[in-house]
């Protein structure tokens, strides 16, 4: 597939654990990054390298990828991870970039 | 600390053509790729085009190819996107961010992005 496929939403409990999945387009040949995105404001990198965290993003954000499954895990989630979550990746030409189509988090 | 900011946007009738700027700070500009990277409203982000630092290795997204041409001043540390015969498809916030390729693609800074409203 050419497309990259998220939960459209999701919801967590505070303090409690959530893990965003991607799936599809190229996951299994490049790695995959995570951006955080707040309403009305620029996207974040979270994850980079699908498990590599840019300085200053909290350790209890986490990258994993299991069998052409990414995810991203909030490990105790706070009220401020409360927005919407993109994964990106290479498509299969390696040179063209595909962005899932999104996850809104809500932090109960 | 990376800054990047924006500039250029504002309202455009279809057929109308666009000039964006990007002003980059905290980095070294000539040695980074440089990606112009669109939202439309409800929707993610998609990649319309980067340029390595050199300017040798360009990339447009497939809808804009032919219509859009980025390029850059590494004297001024800035980046450009031209675009011409818009559409209200084009209708977005336009964001400048830094590009790193490390066995996949990852968008490091941002900027805080410029709105562009293609309308009658």
């Known amino acids: 597939s050419a497309e990259l496929t998220q939960e459209s939403s999701l919801s967590v409990a505070l303090g409690q654990t959530v893990s965003i999945t991607c799936q599809g387009g190229?996951?299994?040949?490049?790695?995959t990054s995570w951006y955080q995105q707040r309403p009305g404001q620029a996207p974040v990198l979270v994850m980079y390298?699908?498990?590599r965290r840019p300085s200053g993003i909290p350790d209890r954000f986490s990258g994993a990828s299991v069998g052409g499954i990414v995810s991203l895990t909030i490990t105790a989630a706070q009220v401020e991870d409360e927005a919407e979550y993109f994964c990106?990746?290479?498509?299969?030409?390696?040179?063209?970039?595909?962005f899932g189509g999104g996850t809104k988090l809500t932090v109960l | 600390q990376v800054q990047l900011e924006e500039s250029g946007g504002g309202f455009v009738k279809p057929g109308g053509s666009l000039r964006l700027a990007c002003v980059a700070s905290?980095?070294?500009?000539?040695?980074?790729?440089m990606a112009w990277v669109r939202q439309s409203a409800g929707r993610g982000p998609e990649c319309i085009s980067y340029?390595?630092?050199?300017?040798?290795?360009?990339y447009y997204r497939e809808s804009v190819k032919g219509r859009f041409t980025i390029s850059r001043d590494n004297t001024n540390d800035s980046v450009f996107l031209e675009g011409s015969d818009l559409t209200v498809e084009d209708t977005a916030i336009y964001y400048c961010?830094?590009?790193?390729?490390?066995?996949?693609?990852?968008?490091?800074?941002w900027g805080q992005g410029t709105v562009v409203n293609v309308s009658s």
């Open positions: 990106s990746s290479p498509d299969k030409s390696g040179n063209s970039v595909l």
């Open positions: 190229t996951l299994r040949d490049y790695f």
């Open positions: 340029i390595s630092g050199n300017g040798e290795d360009i």
């Open positions: 961010a830094t590009v790193k390729w490390e066995g996949g693609v990852s968008f490091h800074s």
């Open positions: 390298g699908t498990k």
């Open positions: 905290g980095l070294v500009f000539r040695e980074s790729y």
